[in-house]
């Protein structure tokens, strides 16, 4: 059983910066591709990223050029930092390990 917790979440004005953090129970990142969702109020959870565990990375269109993905495999850890963000980027958002393992989802909210 794998948990993954985020993190880091919380309230900022447009054009700010959050990153947030996904902890991982086990070594993970050789198996499972890590991916960052989100899902709005009233939306669908959609994919913004993902990082295979060959690293390779890929993006929504919604957030390219504005969100990077990373990892850190010695701490088990994924990070999304988020910079210029909108209105539009507040959601949930959650990391899930492969799409078989989903943590709790940390809340983001941007308005000024």
């Not at 054009?15 to 129970?25: F, H, I, P, T």
């Not at 939306?43 to 850190?72: C, H, M, P, W």
Request: glycine share 12%.
């Amino acid at each position: 059983q794998v948990q993954l917790v985020e993190s880091g979440g919380g309230l900022v004005q447009p054009g700010g910066s959050l990153r947030l953090s996904c902890v991982a129970s086990t070594r993970v990142f050789s198996i499972y591709a890590m991916g960052w969702y989100r899902q709005a109020p009233g939306k669908q959870r959609e994919l913004i990223g993902a990082i295979s565990s060959g690293g390779t990375i890929n993006y929504a269109e919604s957030v390219k050029g504005r969100f990077t993905i990373s990892r850190d495999n010695a701490k088990n850890t994924v990070y999304l930092q988020m910079n210029s963000l909108k209105p539009e980027d507040t959601a949930v958002y959650y990391c899930s390990a492969g799409t078989r393992y989903w943590g709790q989802g940390t809340q983001v909210t941007v308005s000024s």
